[in-house]
């Protein structure tokens, strides 16, 4: 079954509220991870750390599923980051896509892991596991951030080494960058952990916390709803630990329409 398509050939059969965009890199991290970037519409706007539906024709219908979008808000192309599920209805053939392929997107975004849900703070941590750092990648790299947050710290646990690639090579690009590089180099922490291979620092976010080393190792103080704001990023289970914790230190849920303390995104799929 051939799934892929050039854009000239989906045009026509898009729906209205569809975008058919094309790719044009493709970068594999591992066996389950890979990273593309495509075309962006000139009218597509979208606010850094929201995501949108993105999808390819599988047997001529619509496959979509939640994508976070990986660059940020000014950024010309889009980037997302996507894990490769051998099976997946969706990931089994995006994972097989090359520079020129045509990949659907939504034409709306949306998303609470946005600057705009958090009421001001000192100190902005962004955890994520696994491809849960994507939203935090747009945000890492949108000098609003900065604007907000004296100190931003991104945190990311992986199973395995190789799989913190994309978020070791996305900060050094962060800080190297000509325009975010000024408010990055002062402000941005990049904190990693692995699970399943030997690592200078093991364990999984929530146990780092638990136990006071995360706070340790970065030299702050503990969580305080006073001063620390927090936005969560992986799989459900990931999200309803480190929520429990975000909230036993004090912390509340904020939304769009209720800017608090923390926000998670529900909308993630591993
Ligand atoms: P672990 O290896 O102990 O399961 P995944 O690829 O399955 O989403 O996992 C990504 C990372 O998230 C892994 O390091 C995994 O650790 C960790 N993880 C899985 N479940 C949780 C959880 N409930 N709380 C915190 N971290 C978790």
Redesign the pocket.
């Known amino acids: 079954m051939n799934v892929l398509a050039k854009p000239a050939d989906l045009e026509a059969a898009a729906p209205a509220n569809v975008f058919v965009e094309e790719v044009k890199t493709v970068q594999h991290y591992t066996d389950r991870l890979f990273r593309f970037r495509m075309t962006r519409p000139a009218s597509f706007r979208f606010r850094s750390g929201e995501f949108v539906m993105i999808g390819l024709m599988v047997d001529g219908k619509p496959i979509y599923r939640a994508y976070s979008i990986a660059s940020p808000a000014w950024d010309e192309e889009l980037e997302f980051f996507s894990i490769k599920v051998p099976d997946g209805p969706l990931t089994s053939h995006l994972q097989k896509i090359q520079p020129g392929d045509a990949v659907l997107m939504k034409k709306k975004p949306t998303g609470t892991l946005v600057n705009d849900a958090l009421i001001p703070g000192k100190r902005v941590y962004m955890f994520s596991?696994?491809t849960g750092i994507a939203p935090f990648a747009s945000l890492i790299r949108d000098p609003d951030t900065y604007e907000k947050f004296d100190q931003v710290i991104l945190t990311h646990?992986?199973?395995e080494v190789a799989e913190l690639k994309y978020g070791e090579d996305l900060v050094q690009e962060t800080l190297n960058d000509p325009l975010i590089g000024e408010f990055a180099k002062d402000k941005l922490v990049h904190y990693t952990s692995?699970?399943?291979e030997d690592f200078p620092r093991q364990g999984?976010?929530?146990d780092l916390i638990k136990s006071g080393k995360l706070f340790e190792d970065l030299g702050v103080p503990p969580l305080n709803p006073a001063v620390d704001r927090g936005m969560i990023c992986?799989?459900m289970?990931?999200l309803?630990?480190?929520k429990e914790l975000l909230e036993e230190a004090g912390l509340n849920e904020g939304a769009n329409n209720k800017p608090a303390e923390f926000v998670v995104e529900r909308a993630f799929v591993?």
């Open positions: 596991t696994g646990t992986c199973r692995v699970t399943r999984r976010i929530t992986g799989s289970e990931m309803k630990d480190t591993g």
